[in-house]
Protein backbone atom coordinates (compact mmCIF):
# COMPACT_ATOMS: atom_id res chain seq x y z
CA UNK A 1 0.00 0.00 0.00
CA UNK A 2 1.22 3.28 -1.05
CA UNK A 3 2.45 6.08 1.91
CA UNK A 4 0.13 9.08 1.18
CA UNK A 5 2.26 12.31 1.69
CA UNK A 6 0.34 14.84 -1.19
CA UNK A 7 -2.21 17.26 0.15
CA UNK A 8 -5.35 17.88 -2.54
CA UNK A 9 -4.31 21.45 -2.44
CA UNK A 10 -0.04 20.50 -3.50
CA UNK A 11 -1.77 18.42 -5.83
CA UNK A 12 -3.27 21.05 -7.89
CA UNK A 13 -0.59 23.13 -7.03
CA UNK A 14 1.88 20.47 -8.94
CA UNK A 15 -0.27 20.00 -11.55
CA UNK A 16 0.09 24.24 -12.15
CA UNK A 17 3.81 23.77 -11.99
CA UNK A 18 3.74 20.75 -14.66
CA UNK A 19 1.27 23.25 -16.98
CA UNK A 20 3.96 25.44 -17.18
CA UNK A 21 6.33 22.83 -17.94
CA UNK A 22 4.06 21.48 -21.29
CA UNK A 23 3.61 25.13 -22.20
CA UNK A 24 7.12 26.28 -22.13
CA UNK A 25 7.64 22.63 -24.12
CA UNK A 26 5.26 23.88 -26.63
CA UNK A 27 5.30 27.17 -27.17
CA UNK A 28 8.93 28.48 -26.21
CA UNK A 29 11.70 28.91 -28.82
CA UNK A 30 14.62 29.14 -26.99
CA UNK A 31 15.79 26.08 -25.00
CA UNK A 32 16.75 27.72 -21.95
CA UNK A 33 13.70 29.46 -21.51
CA UNK A 34 12.37 26.37 -21.55
CA UNK A 35 14.98 24.65 -18.95
CA UNK A 36 14.75 27.28 -16.85
CA UNK A 37 10.95 26.84 -16.69
CA UNK A 38 11.86 23.19 -15.78
CA UNK A 39 14.05 23.91 -13.30
CA UNK A 40 11.49 26.50 -11.81
CA UNK A 41 8.84 23.73 -11.34
CA UNK A 42 11.54 21.47 -9.89
CA UNK A 43 12.05 23.66 -6.93
CA UNK A 44 8.92 24.78 -6.18
CA UNK A 45 7.21 21.26 -6.09
CA UNK A 46 10.74 20.00 -4.32
CA UNK A 47 10.43 22.58 -1.67
CA UNK A 48 6.29 22.00 -0.87
CA UNK A 49 8.24 18.62 0.73
CA UNK A 50 11.55 19.25 2.38
CA UNK A 51 11.06 15.97 3.95
CA UNK A 52 10.40 13.78 0.93
CA UNK A 53 12.33 10.38 1.20
CA UNK A 54 14.41 9.72 -2.08
CA UNK A 55 11.38 7.56 -3.57
CA UNK A 56 9.44 10.51 -3.08
CA UNK A 57 11.55 12.87 -4.62
CA UNK A 58 11.99 10.98 -7.43
CA UNK A 59 8.46 10.96 -8.06
CA UNK A 60 7.93 14.63 -7.95
CA UNK A 61 10.96 14.95 -9.76
CA UNK A 62 9.12 13.56 -13.05
CA UNK A 63 7.89 16.93 -13.72
CA UNK A 64 11.16 18.15 -15.70
CA UNK A 65 9.91 14.78 -18.36
CA UNK A 66 6.49 16.55 -19.17
CA UNK A 67 6.50 16.89 -22.86
CA UNK A 68 3.26 16.13 -24.02
CA UNK A 69 -0.37 16.24 -22.85
CA UNK A 70 0.14 12.21 -22.36
CA UNK A 71 2.85 12.72 -20.12
CA UNK A 72 1.14 15.47 -18.57
CA UNK A 73 -1.96 13.50 -17.73
CA UNK A 74 0.87 10.22 -16.53
CA UNK A 75 2.42 12.48 -14.55
CA UNK A 76 -0.83 13.56 -12.67
CA UNK A 77 -2.37 10.17 -12.34
CA UNK A 78 1.63 8.84 -10.96
CA UNK A 79 0.87 11.33 -8.29
CA UNK A 80 -2.61 10.47 -6.93
CA UNK A 81 -2.38 6.91 -5.43
CA UNK A 82 0.01 8.86 -3.03
CA UNK A 83 -2.95 11.64 -1.99
CA UNK A 84 -3.91 11.78 1.72
CA UNK A 85 -7.77 12.06 1.63
CA UNK A 86 -9.94 14.14 4.23
CA UNK A 87 -10.25 13.09 7.79
CA UNK A 88 -14.02 10.84 7.32
CA UNK A 89 -16.56 11.44 9.10
CA UNK A 90 -20.00 10.16 10.34
CA UNK A 91 -22.99 12.29 9.86
CA UNK A 92 -23.02 12.28 13.71
CA UNK A 93 -19.68 13.40 13.81
CA UNK A 94 -20.49 16.31 11.44
CA UNK A 95 -23.67 17.28 12.96
CA UNK A 96 -21.58 17.67 16.83
CA UNK A 97 -19.55 20.44 15.23
CA UNK A 98 -23.37 22.44 14.89
CA UNK A 99 -25.00 21.78 17.25
CA UNK A 100 -26.96 24.52 17.27
CA UNK A 101 -28.47 23.27 13.88
CA UNK A 102 -30.93 20.15 15.12
CA UNK A 103 -32.06 19.47 11.38
CA UNK A 104 -28.87 20.04 9.49
CA UNK A 105 -29.11 18.61 6.07
CA UNK A 106 -25.82 16.78 5.06
CA UNK A 107 -24.45 16.20 1.56
CA UNK A 108 -24.04 12.82 0.46
CA UNK A 109 -21.12 12.06 1.78
CA UNK A 110 -20.65 8.23 0.03
CA UNK A 111 -20.36 10.21 -3.50
CA UNK A 112 -17.30 12.00 -2.09
CA UNK A 113 -13.50 11.23 -3.14
CA UNK A 114 -12.20 12.86 -0.28
CA UNK A 115 -9.21 12.72 -1.87
CA UNK A 116 -9.83 15.75 -3.77
CA UNK A 117 -11.19 17.79 -0.82
CA UNK A 118 -9.46 20.03 0.85
CA UNK A 119 -12.49 21.69 2.95
CA UNK A 120 -15.79 19.97 2.74
CA UNK A 121 -18.35 22.36 1.94
CA UNK A 122 -22.37 22.29 1.29
CA UNK A 123 -25.35 24.45 0.66
CA UNK A 124 -28.36 23.93 2.08
CA UNK A 125 -30.59 25.80 0.05
CA UNK A 126 -33.75 26.02 2.01
CA UNK A 127 -32.12 28.27 4.76
CA UNK A 128 -29.25 29.86 2.09
CA UNK A 129 -26.76 28.51 4.57
CA UNK A 130 -23.31 27.30 3.27
CA UNK A 131 -21.54 24.83 5.94
CA UNK A 132 -18.16 24.16 6.07
CA UNK A 133 -15.42 21.68 7.72
CA UNK A 134 -11.91 22.31 7.76
CA UNK A 135 -9.25 20.24 9.45
CA UNK A 136 -7.38 23.73 11.72
CA UNK A 137 -4.78 22.49 13.41
CA UNK A 138 -5.30 18.97 13.43
CA UNK A 139 -8.67 19.36 14.86
CA UNK A 140 -12.01 19.59 12.50
CA UNK A 141 -13.80 22.57 13.27
CA UNK A 142 -17.24 23.81 11.45
CA UNK A 143 -18.26 26.92 10.05
CA UNK A 144 -21.70 27.90 8.82
CA UNK A 145 -22.92 31.55 7.45
CA UNK A 146 -25.00 33.15 5.41
CA UNK A 147 -24.67 32.30 1.26
CA UNK A 148 -25.53 34.97 -1.13
CA UNK A 149 -24.52 34.53 -5.19
CA UNK A 150 -23.86 37.63 -6.32
CA UNK A 151 -24.71 36.67 -10.27
CA UNK A 152 -21.26 38.40 -11.08
CA UNK A 153 -18.07 37.16 -11.69
CA UNK A 154 -14.24 37.46 -10.12
CA UNK A 155 -11.95 36.27 -7.96
CA UNK A 156 -12.63 33.55 -5.22
CA UNK A 157 -10.50 34.34 -1.67
CA UNK A 158 -9.71 30.89 -1.34
CA UNK A 159 -8.80 29.02 -4.43
CA UNK A 160 -7.68 32.63 -6.58
CA UNK A 161 -9.94 31.12 -9.44
CA UNK A 162 -12.04 33.82 -11.77
CA UNK A 163 -15.86 32.19 -11.90
CA UNK A 164 -18.97 32.79 -10.41
CA UNK A 165 -19.30 33.94 -6.65
CA UNK A 166 -21.13 34.30 -3.96
CA UNK A 167 -20.59 36.40 -1.01
CA UNK A 168 -20.39 33.76 2.29
CA UNK A 169 -20.81 35.83 5.60
CA UNK A 170 -20.38 34.36 9.20
CA UNK A 171 -20.87 35.73 12.66
CA UNK A 172 -17.86 35.24 14.71
CA UNK A 173 -17.77 34.00 18.25
CA UNK A 174 -15.22 35.90 19.50
CA UNK A 175 -17.19 39.07 21.52
CA UNK A 176 -15.56 41.93 23.13
CA UNK A 177 -15.55 42.29 26.81
CA UNK A 178 -18.86 43.83 28.43
CA UNK A 179 -20.54 43.81 25.23
CA UNK A 180 -24.22 43.51 25.36
CA UNK A 181 -26.11 40.65 24.23
CA UNK A 182 -27.27 41.83 20.67
CA UNK A 183 -24.09 41.87 19.77
CA UNK A 184 -22.63 40.10 17.09
CA UNK A 185 -19.98 40.85 13.98
CA UNK A 186 -20.42 39.19 10.51
CA UNK A 187 -17.03 38.52 8.66
CA UNK A 188 -17.79 37.93 5.12
CA UNK A 189 -16.10 37.23 1.63
CA UNK A 190 -16.44 36.02 -1.47
CA UNK A 191 -15.98 32.51 -2.99
CA UNK A 192 -16.68 29.66 -5.40
CA UNK A 193 -20.67 29.16 -6.00
CA UNK A 194 -19.43 25.75 -7.18
CA UNK A 195 -17.38 24.23 -4.16
CA UNK A 196 -16.47 21.00 -5.88
CA UNK A 197 -14.33 23.20 -8.43
CA UNK A 198 -13.01 25.09 -5.58
CA UNK A 199 -11.72 22.35 -4.10
CA UNK A 200 -10.09 21.18 -7.39
CA UNK A 201 -8.33 24.56 -7.74
CA UNK A 202 -6.67 25.55 -4.35
CA UNK A 203 -3.22 25.41 -4.29
CA UNK A 204 -2.65 26.87 -1.02
CA UNK A 205 -4.90 26.93 2.72
CA UNK A 206 -3.28 30.29 4.01
CA UNK A 207 -6.38 32.34 3.32
CA UNK A 208 -9.03 29.94 4.15
CA UNK A 209 -7.35 29.13 7.41
CA UNK A 210 -7.13 33.11 7.75
CA UNK A 211 -10.74 33.55 7.28
CA UNK A 212 -12.09 30.42 9.48
CA UNK A 213 -9.73 31.86 12.51
CA UNK A 214 -11.42 35.21 12.36
CA UNK A 215 -14.84 33.58 12.61
CA UNK A 216 -13.46 30.76 15.37
CA UNK A 217 -10.78 33.00 17.50
Sequence with gaps: MCETFI?????NAINKQAEAVLNAVRYASDRKVVESVKANAEAEVSAMFPQATTEQAALLGDI???????????????????????????????AKLFPKNKKLKLP?????????????????VATNKLFMVYPLDGKLVGVEGRYSPMNKKNYCFICRKYDELALFSAITKKRPANSSPDYYKAVGNYLC?????????????AALESFIRSVLD
Excluded at 69 to 91: G, H, N, V
Excluded at 108 to 124: H, K, N
Excluded at 199 to 204: F, V
Design 64 to 94: VNVRTAEDYTRYARSLEPFLTEFPRMSKEQI
Design 7 to 11: ANHQF
Design 193 to 205: INGHECNRSMTDT
Design 108 to 124: DLAAIDYRFVTYLGWLD
